[in-house]
Protein backbone atom coordinates (compact mmCIF):
# COMPACT_ATOMS: atom_id res chain seq x y z
CA UNK A 1 0.00 0.00 0.00
CA UNK A 2 2.27 2.59 -0.93
CA UNK A 3 2.41 5.63 -3.08
CA UNK A 4 0.32 4.18 -5.46
CA UNK A 5 -1.55 6.66 -7.53
CA UNK A 6 -4.44 6.52 -9.79
CA UNK A 7 -4.41 8.25 -12.59
CA UNK A 8 -7.34 8.58 -14.91
CA UNK A 9 -7.26 8.76 -18.55
CA UNK A 10 -8.92 10.98 -20.14
CA UNK A 11 -11.43 9.99 -23.51
CA UNK A 12 -9.91 10.54 -26.65
CA UNK A 13 -11.72 13.06 -28.81
CA UNK A 14 -14.35 14.63 -26.05
CA UNK A 15 -11.69 16.41 -23.47
CA UNK A 16 -9.07 18.15 -25.07
CA UNK A 17 -6.25 20.95 -24.56
CA UNK A 18 -8.54 23.08 -26.93
CA UNK A 19 -11.60 22.53 -24.80
CA UNK A 20 -11.32 25.22 -22.38
CA UNK A 21 -11.00 27.76 -25.13
CA UNK A 22 -13.64 26.92 -27.43
CA UNK A 23 -15.73 26.80 -24.05
CA UNK A 24 -14.49 30.22 -22.91
CA UNK A 25 -15.43 31.33 -27.00
CA UNK A 26 -19.13 29.72 -26.33
CA UNK A 27 -19.47 32.05 -23.58
CA UNK A 28 -18.27 35.07 -25.13
CA UNK A 29 -20.59 34.75 -27.70
CA UNK A 30 -23.93 33.45 -25.86
CA UNK A 31 -22.86 37.10 -23.74
CA UNK A 32 -22.59 38.87 -26.73
CA UNK A 33 -25.96 37.08 -28.32
CA UNK A 34 -28.04 38.30 -25.14
CA UNK A 35 -26.80 42.01 -25.31
CA UNK A 36 -27.46 42.24 -28.72
CA UNK A 37 -31.14 40.19 -28.30
CA UNK A 38 -31.70 42.97 -25.15
CA UNK A 39 -30.94 46.23 -26.88
CA UNK A 40 -33.22 44.83 -30.06
CA UNK A 41 -36.29 45.56 -28.16
CA UNK A 42 -35.38 48.80 -25.97
CA UNK A 43 -36.04 52.17 -27.18
CA UNK A 44 -34.60 54.79 -25.44
CA UNK A 45 -36.61 58.08 -25.42
CA UNK A 46 -36.24 61.13 -23.34
CA UNK A 47 -38.29 61.48 -20.42
CA UNK A 48 -41.07 63.23 -20.01
CA UNK A 49 -41.46 66.36 -17.93
CA UNK A 50 -43.43 64.66 -14.30
CA UNK A 51 -45.87 67.48 -14.48
CA UNK A 52 -47.17 66.67 -18.14
CA UNK A 53 -47.31 63.21 -17.02
CA UNK A 54 -49.24 63.87 -13.77
CA UNK A 55 -51.32 65.99 -16.09
CA UNK A 56 -52.19 63.11 -19.07
CA UNK A 57 -52.64 60.62 -16.07
CA UNK A 58 -54.87 62.94 -14.32
CA UNK A 59 -56.68 63.50 -17.49
CA UNK A 60 -56.97 60.41 -18.42
CA UNK A 61 -58.51 59.30 -14.70
CA UNK A 62 -61.29 62.08 -15.39
CA UNK A 63 -62.19 60.21 -18.45
CA UNK A 64 -62.31 57.11 -16.56
CA UNK A 65 -64.62 58.46 -14.06
CA UNK A 66 -67.01 59.71 -16.53
CA UNK A 67 -66.83 56.44 -17.89
CA UNK A 68 -67.45 54.56 -15.69
CA UNK A 69 -70.37 56.96 -14.05
CA UNK A 70 -71.76 57.00 -17.53
CA UNK A 71 -71.95 52.91 -17.90
CA UNK A 72 -73.23 52.50 -14.33
CA UNK A 73 -76.41 55.39 -15.00
CA UNK A 74 -76.69 52.65 -18.47
CA UNK A 75 -76.94 49.65 -16.27
CA UNK A 76 -79.18 51.10 -13.80
CA UNK A 77 -81.07 52.18 -16.15
CA UNK A 78 -81.65 48.94 -17.97
CA UNK A 79 -81.87 47.18 -14.62
CA UNK A 80 -84.71 49.83 -12.77
CA UNK A 81 -85.91 51.68 -15.65
CA UNK A 82 -84.66 54.48 -14.34
CA UNK A 83 -81.27 56.59 -14.49
CA UNK A 84 -80.96 56.52 -10.75
CA UNK A 85 -79.69 53.67 -9.29
CA UNK A 86 -80.88 53.88 -5.49
CA UNK A 87 -79.84 52.36 -2.87
CA UNK A 88 -77.04 50.95 -5.20
CA UNK A 89 -76.07 54.43 -5.90
CA UNK A 90 -73.52 54.74 -2.90
CA UNK A 91 -72.34 51.28 -3.33
CA UNK A 92 -71.75 51.96 -7.23
CA UNK A 93 -70.05 55.54 -6.85
CA UNK A 94 -67.53 53.94 -4.46
CA UNK A 95 -66.59 51.34 -6.80
CA UNK A 96 -65.83 54.05 -9.74
CA UNK A 97 -63.37 56.23 -7.11
CA UNK A 98 -62.06 53.04 -5.81
CA UNK A 99 -61.31 51.75 -9.86
CA UNK A 100 -60.16 55.04 -10.56
CA UNK A 101 -57.75 55.62 -8.19
CA UNK A 102 -56.21 51.91 -8.25
CA UNK A 103 -55.82 52.65 -12.47
CA UNK A 104 -54.37 55.86 -11.51
CA UNK A 105 -51.44 54.34 -9.09
CA UNK A 106 -50.98 50.94 -11.32
CA UNK A 107 -50.29 53.70 -13.78
CA UNK A 108 -48.06 56.37 -11.68
CA UNK A 109 -46.10 53.29 -10.49
CA UNK A 110 -45.34 52.43 -13.55
CA UNK A 111 -44.11 55.78 -14.88
CA UNK A 112 -41.93 55.80 -12.02
CA UNK A 113 -43.71 58.81 -10.23
CA UNK A 114 -42.83 59.39 -6.42
CA UNK A 115 -45.86 58.86 -4.28
CA UNK A 116 -47.93 57.28 -6.92
CA UNK A 117 -50.78 56.08 -4.37
CA UNK A 118 -50.86 59.05 -2.75
CA UNK A 119 -51.01 61.03 -5.42
CA UNK A 120 -54.01 58.94 -7.17
CA UNK A 121 -55.93 59.25 -4.22
CA UNK A 122 -55.40 62.84 -3.43
CA UNK A 123 -56.24 63.95 -7.34
CA UNK A 124 -59.34 62.06 -7.51
CA UNK A 125 -60.63 62.62 -3.94
CA UNK A 126 -60.08 66.23 -4.71
CA UNK A 127 -61.78 66.14 -8.25
CA UNK A 128 -64.77 63.73 -6.05
CA UNK A 129 -65.01 67.02 -3.34
CA UNK A 130 -64.90 69.54 -6.13
CA UNK A 131 -67.60 68.05 -8.67
CA UNK A 132 -69.59 67.08 -5.53
CA UNK A 133 -69.43 70.59 -3.91
CA UNK A 134 -69.65 73.18 -6.41
CA UNK A 135 -70.83 71.03 -10.15
CA UNK A 136 -73.14 68.74 -9.13
CA UNK A 137 -75.98 70.33 -10.25
CA UNK A 138 -74.74 70.38 -13.55
CA UNK A 139 -73.50 66.65 -13.98
CA UNK A 140 -76.00 65.36 -16.55
CA UNK A 141 -74.65 67.51 -19.04
CA UNK A 142 -72.74 67.09 -21.35
CA UNK A 143 -70.03 69.69 -20.95
CA UNK A 144 -68.84 67.47 -17.54
CA UNK A 145 -67.25 65.19 -20.67
CA UNK A 146 -64.60 67.99 -20.82
CA UNK A 147 -64.68 69.68 -17.45
CA UNK A 148 -64.27 66.78 -14.87
CA UNK A 149 -61.07 65.46 -16.73
CA UNK A 150 -59.78 68.47 -16.91
CA UNK A 151 -60.30 69.44 -13.52
CA UNK A 152 -59.00 65.76 -12.21
CA UNK A 153 -55.39 66.75 -14.22
CA UNK A 154 -55.61 70.16 -12.28
CA UNK A 155 -56.34 67.78 -8.98
CA UNK A 156 -53.64 65.22 -9.97
CA UNK A 157 -51.28 68.25 -10.19
CA UNK A 158 -52.25 69.75 -6.66
CA UNK A 159 -51.97 66.44 -5.09
CA UNK A 160 -48.40 65.90 -6.75
CA UNK A 161 -47.65 69.45 -4.60
CA UNK A 162 -49.00 68.49 -1.08
CA UNK A 163 -47.34 64.74 -1.17
CA UNK A 164 -43.83 66.63 -1.98
CA UNK A 165 -44.32 69.24 0.76
CA UNK A 166 -45.60 66.38 2.83
CA UNK A 167 -42.37 64.51 2.11
CA UNK A 168 -40.14 67.59 2.81
CA UNK A 169 -42.24 68.55 6.25
CA UNK A 170 -41.13 64.57 7.24
CA UNK A 171 -37.60 65.06 6.54
Known amino acids: MGDERIEAEEPEG ?3 PGMPDDLEELLEQADEEAAEGAD ?30 WLSERGCD ?8 GTMGFPILVLTVVVTIVLAAVTLTRLAMPHPKLVAF ?3 AFML ?3 LAFLSDDLFSTWTLLVVPVLTAVTFLVAHLIAGRLERADA
Request: proline fraction near 11%; charged fraction near 15%; hydrophobic fraction near 55%.
Open 40 to 69: EGRFDAPPLPPLLILAVVGLLAGFVTVALV
Open 129 to 131: LIV
Open 14 to 16: EVG
Open 122 to 124: LGV
Open 78 to 85: RVRDSPTC
